[in-house]
């Protein structure tokens, strides 16, 4: 029997705490894709940069992973707005609002980048050295190389890791209520504060981010087997 | 770049680094505290007991951090509010504080993660030493604490060492409730002077000398035992 507090329409808070479910999983999505994409480029200056790009890659990965997320979201969230802000003074237009649930994304995504960055890396290390020659023999240049040989064949090496991660950023998006935003702790926040009722609203958003995560470790264990399929069983 | 608040905030600060460092290590203490049995009890205990300490890490590992603390701050908090026993009882003076429901719930949170670890160092120690420590006619228990847990710790020391990093990142949600941690610190600066960057930045090199140290000491203990390489 679900309390009449959070039923849906004016009485209740259902649809707001879906709302704020809407945007967790929004941030969640948005900021994985970009970590992600930061990623794979991060992977290939550690692997294949110069100098530069390889050191630049090292300090994103090194401060990225030491500082708490909360202060890097900080940082990043002022720093970003500011900036924004200053481009466009540049630009002879007035300061805007930025989004928060934009600067959200931007923010996660560029701490997922940092871990994306390792896992990347070490799943296209373990690949065999003798395919990606095979490749070259071939004449295929370093695009063709990663779109036919170095892609597919990392894949099965990075999917516990990716997974893991998108695990982690599920829950990095409450660390977002900090600055105050739309996701769904700082929904349950407001709407707890405003009711009273602490206790209710609290573990029912803790059993909505297990009811996603467990249905996220489902689909995992679905990947995991595909990807695994011509791979020698672990233990 | 403006550094005119930081002699005035610097005793502040360091008040506010010892709190965290409190906080991680009575976390990491009580939190392998639990995690040992939560990790045995997957491996050898009954099926039931199992089913429970797999349900535990499930409900720490599945959901964010804040949201537990926050439930145990203001969910748990407002319950025991409720109850004029509990404000009267000597206690209460512990109960109110932020500081008692933020050890409560990183140990909570780090005793699920942990425990998971656990339960992968118990799995790896080899068969053949615990069924030489039995022959030897060792209790249950004598086999578990000369043999079986050094030897399960021994062999997680590296993922131990990444959980006490994951677990310092962590301690600025102290902040959130109400504790003077080296965040909360940083927070009332920017509160007091409205300067963003400097207090934070000084936070981040702060939390990246601890997590240096960290490593540092882990990678000491871990020279500490003797292995074949």
Redesign the interface.
Known sequence: MIPEILTFGDKGFGDELLRGTQFTLLIAASAYIIGICIGLIGASAKLYGGGFSRASAATYTT?VR???????I??LY??GTRGINNLLGLAALGPIEVNGTLAAIVVLGVVQGAYHTEVFRAAIQAVPIGQIEAGKAFGMGGLQIFRRITGPAMLPNAIPGLSNLW?VV??????V??VGNYEL?ST??SA?AFT?R??LF??T??LI??TI??VSNYFIGMLENRYRRGQARLV | MNWTWFPEYFPLLMQGLWLTIQLLVLSMVFGMILAVPVGLVQVTGPKWLAAIAKAYCTVMRGTPLLVQLWLLYFGLGSVFAAYPEIRQSMFWPILREGYFYAVLAFSLNTGGYSGEIMRGGFLSVPKGELEAARAYGMSPWKVLHRIWLPRAVRNVLPTLAGETVLMLKSTPLAATVTVLDIFGVILRVRQNTYIIYEPLITAAIIYMALTFLITRAFGHLENQVPSRR
């Open positions: 401060i030491s500082v708490p997320e909360v202060v890097l900080l940082i002022f720093a695990l599920i829950k990095d998006t409450a660390l209520a900090v702790l349950t926040a707890a009273k602490y206790m609290f573990v958003t803790a981010y297990l995560t467990l």
